[in-house]
């Protein structure tokens, strides 16, 4: 078991609850928790090494050459929020099945929820900081799933638009700031990273990095000004709620802020930045809590105002505020996924979460208003809660700040004010839905909820207690661990004992818990004075903001866009000239005296042949198949081109690329409109052929200046290796399927892609069949000659067998998967055409779609395998055996890689081609339809 394991066990997990979902509800939610269990088990056989001081690092090679490695590290804050992430996690899932109701699709929401939950374990167990941003970009995608699972709200559906939208957005920010910092060090590895602290803050680009890095954590986190998201993400289930707020997502922009205090903290910019924004995210979050109506709502902003507590921990310039920054990060998870659980049930039961109608609640739920009792007196900080000890020790450390210089009083004072704050709001929370009267207008009677709906919340509530009881003995290790690691260095003092004795943070938490209590005694003062502000609808600005930004790209898309190709290709080729025409008036010179290659008349002939079929392409392009006859013999030309200097390899895959592109053509020609546009006028004439001329005279600069250049390039390399290092002989083979067989894989996804695109946009086409040319003259009734059939069908099986021999050889001789792909659809697209789409469907029983995926999953797999025997990402392996009436001979898992190549281009291929042909069968529209 590792690390890797764990997380591949949680994304296989994925799938688990979609497949078990017609077992029943206990039985899923059983499956759903055996992953994260396994992984929790794991996490916890190693505590005791973390704990002692280790680091568990792993490291899985994949693409070593350009430094790209995937990599693992479990240290004290990495344990830390694994615990948490998976611990809550499994208490979530557990209160979800009664949650739900028996009408929603279950499997699919904690489908969303394991994906969830592997992403966030994924950031912090990352040691690549590319491999944390990946993860990072899953939770924004995952948690718009799940915000937007009630997906016929639109309450719903905004929300999750904006969530992943501010989020999206730091996210790119993140990635720029990521990439800056491993450029500075030259490592993509996060333990590199953490020990080049010095070199980081001293480098000239620190400025940029840290602002950058800090709007991703700051929009994840909800940090002011981006704090506007997260109350709306309340539209989202409870559970997603409760998991959301306590340890996933929001608290993945304070672990980045954690993971990265070593590297970006100890400077002026740092303190006042994460400071600053922490402060006034404490107090907005505290007070616009206390005028919530709704139970989630007031939680929201709760939340929001701890993150700035945490955030304002951590800008803070001493050690043991960094201390105090994970204490607390342990502490809210805990009571704010039981006040958030303890809400849904209330919601659950009673059918409402409007505090002005939830009174008196106490005498139909007494259980499970004193877990919520419990919960919300740990989150005002009352002492002998959890709460208590970490909004002590912030106090205390608020004393010893220097940030503002002269103003840094300011700092404990107003941290004293949204003590009082939160003391307000969790007495708003405890007294006017438990108490206070009678419920008015409830949909339902409230009543206690199932057993083991209240189990998850008993849990944490007994931590809640222990922890502020016994806090050392809970969380003394992991809290110094965690501590350590965020640090680096020697841990400060402190002590997590109950008493301290008479001290100034006891008395400012005495004066917020006082304080606290007269603001709510009095609030309707303050309710009055705040009636007084227009409260804004930030869905509403944010929507406007968004509509706005759609308009302003639609007028310049109605400005650019006038549906006009010629002007579309007028602009681009402009565009071009101007970025390329630049750099070379610095070229001085662009020939060097080199020896020229002789020439013979053959190569002289098919020259002039090429600008000629160029020119008739062009001067009869209103006549369509002489335009198309004349631009594939430019396409035969270039392929003979390509087998004179030497590239027999592009030359096959060029000759088999022509053919389906004028097939395809074909195909496109036979629906477009039979009259064609007038001529152009003069003016426009002589616009496009200067561009033409000047487009024409940089090309020919830029090819004249290559071909008079000495040639250093990188084919030695392969030449020399290809053998030794692939088992092949052709190079150019060797390059696509192991040298560079990561390109190959992403080409062949983005094949597959584009085909399924293209199948999607003529799915539900239908187009008017012609029944004459332009000159008049009826089609032939005869589709489908006899002689063509006859002809199609015997060329078939020669074609195959060809396109077999070409795949076999192509490791060591001219061909490939590629080539031999391209054959093969050739072949069979022949058929469609000599006997139509109908003829040939029953014959051939082939999902293109599934082909597509099969080798692409192929392809993949191909090069996992490399990680079984401890080699890089798409390593090629190879061996020669002795096989009886045949010989010696080589086989090499490449040809696994090639077989994968091959039949994504086969389907791609004729996904394309044959969906086109669909059109021209007997479902076709009639002329007169």
């Known amino acids: 078991m590792s690390l890797f394991w764990i997380t591949a066990i949680l994304l296989i997990g994925v799938l688990v609850p979609v497949m078990t979902e017609r077992f029943g509800r206990t039985a899923n939610t059983l499956c759903t928790m055996l992953a994260p269990a396994v992984a929790l088990i794991y996490i916890i056989t190693l505590v005791p090494s973390v704990l002692a001081g280790g680091t568990v690092t792993e490291y899985l090679e994949w693409i070593p050459s350009i430094g790209l490695t995937l990599s693992m590290r479990l240290d004290g804050l990495s344990l830390m929020f694994s615990l948490l992430i998976l611990g809550i996690g499994l208490l979530i899932i557990l209160y979800a099945r009664y949650y739900l109701s028996e009408k929603e699709a279950v499997g699919r929401f904690f489908a969303y929820l394991i994906l969830f939950m592997t992403a966030m374990l994924s950031i912090v167990l990352s040691n690549n900081v590319l491999q944390m941003w990946m993860a990072w970009e899953v939770t924004s995608i995952s948690s718009f799933l799940l915000i937007s699972f009630w997906s016929s709200k639109s309450e719903s559906r905004k929300g999750a638009r904006m969530a992943l939208t501010v989020t999206g957005a730091g996210g790119l920010a993140l990635l720029a700031g990521l990439l800056l910092v491993a450029d500075m060090v030259g490592s993509y590895e996060l333990s590199t990273i953490l020990a080049s602290g010095d070199l980081i803050r001293e480098h000239a680009l620190y400025p940029v990095a840290l602002i950058l890095i800090l709007l991703g954590a700051f929009t994840k986190s909800a940090q002011f000004p981006f704090h ?484 250093n390039s990188i084919s030695d390399f392969y030449l020399a290796n290809s053998k030794t290092g692939g088992g092949g002989t052709n190079a150019v083979n060797v390059i696509l399927v192991d040298f560079r067989g990561f390109d190959t894989l992403g080409e062949i996804l983005v094949l597959g892609i584009a085909a399924l695109g293209i199948f999607k946009l003529l799915a539900r086409v239908r187009l008017s069949m012609p029944s004459a040319n332009e000159n008049g003259l009826a089609w032939s009734q005869d589709r489908h000659p006899p002689i063509l059939g006859m002809i199609s069908q015997s060329l078939l099986p020669l074609a195959l067998l060809v396109s077999f021999y070409i795949f076999l050889r192509g490791h060591n001789m001219p061909g490939g998967g590629f080539i031999a792909g391209l054959i093969t659809s050739v072949a069979l697209i022949q058929q469609y055409i000599a006997h139509g789409v109908d003829w040939v469907k029953p014959r051939i029983k082939v999902d293109y779609q599934t082909l597509i995926a099969l080798g692409v999953l192929i392809a993949t797999l191909t090069g996992i395998g490399s990680w079984f025997f401890d080699r890089p990402f798409m390593t090629t392996w190879f061996d020669y055996f002795d096989i009886p009436f045949i010989g010696e001979i080589e086989l090499a898992s490449a040809l696994i890689f090639d077989l994968g190549v091959y039949l994504t281009v086969v389907g791609a291929t004729l996904l394309i081609l044959a969906n086109l042909g669909k059109l021209t069968s007997v479902h076709r529209p009639t002329p007169e339809e």
């Open 228 to 711: 506007f998201w997260l109350p709306h993400a309340m539209a989202a289930p409870t559970p997603v709620s409760a998991y959301l707020h306590s340890a996933t997502m929001v608290k993945a922009g304070i672990f980045l802020l954690a993971r990265m205090y070593p590297v970006l903290s100890g400077t002026e910019m740092w303190f006042l930045i994460v400071s600053m924004t922490g402060l006034i995210t404490l107090l907005i979050g505290a007070y616009i809590a206390l005028f919530k109506h709704d139970l989630k709502g007031l939680l929201a902003y709760s939340t929001i105002s701890h993150l700035g507590l945490i955030t304002l921990l951590l800008g803070l310039d001493t050690k043991l505020a960094a201390v105090a920054a994970l204490f607390h990060i342990m502490n809210h998870a805990v009571f704010k996924a039981s006040l958030f659980m303890a809400a849904g049930i209330i919601d659950h039961e009673s059918g409402s979460r409007d505090m002005r109608k939830l009174n008196g609640l106490w005498r139909f739920m007494p259980y499970t208003a004193t877990l919520a009792m419990v919960a919300a007196a740990s989150m005002a900080g009352v002492p002998l809660f959890n709460g208590f000890l970490s909004k002590e020790m912030f106090l205390a450390e608020t004393l010893h700040s220097s940030a503002l210089g002269f103003l840094s009083w300011m700092i404990p004072v107003l941290a004293t004010l949204a003590g009082i704050f939160a003391v307000a709001y969790s007495m708003r929370f405890i007294h006017d839905v438990f108490f206070n009267g009678d419920p008015i207008d409830l949909p339902k009677t409230p009543h206690e909820p199932p057993r083991y709906m209240k189990v998850p919340i008993e849990i944490l509530v007994a931590l809640c207690l222990l922890v502020g009881i016994f806090p050392n003995v809970m969380v003394g290790d992991l809290l110094a661990s965690a501590s350590s690691s965020v640090l680096m260095t020697e841990l400060p003092y402190y002590s997590l004992s109950i008493w301290h004795g008479f001290n100034l943070p006891l008395l400012m938490s005495a004066i917020a818990i006082g304080g606290g209590l007269i603001v709510y005694a009095y609030r309707s003062h303050l309710y009055r004075f705040q009636a007084q502000f227009r409260e804004p609808d930030e869905k509403l600005i944010f929507e406007g903001a968004i509509q706005a930004l759609v308009a302003s790209a639609g007028k310049v898309h109605e400005y650019f866009s006038n549906g006009s190709l010629q002007r579309y290709v007028a602009v681009l080729l402009i565009f071009t000239i101007v970025i390329t025409a630049l750099p070379l008036l610095n070229l001085h010179t662009a020939a060097l005296h080199l020896p020229n290659q002789a020439i013979s008349g053959v190569e002289i002939t098919a020259a002039v042949i090429l600008c000629l079929s160029a020119l008739a392409t062009m001067i009869y392009h209103r006549k369509r198949m002489i335009a198309l006859i004349s631009i594939s013999v430019v396409g035969l030309i270039v392929s003979v081109a390509f087998a004179r200097f030497s590239a027999p390899d592009l030359a096959l895959t060029q000759l088999a690329v022509e053919v389906v592109t004028v097939i395809l053509l074909m195909l496109a020609l036979f629906f477009l409109p039979q009259k064609t546009a007038p001529e152009s006028a003069p003016s426009r004439v002589v616009r496009d052929l200067g561009i033409a001329a000047a487009v024409g005279g940089i090309v020919a600069t830029i090819n004249y200046a290559f071909i008079t250049q000495p040639l």
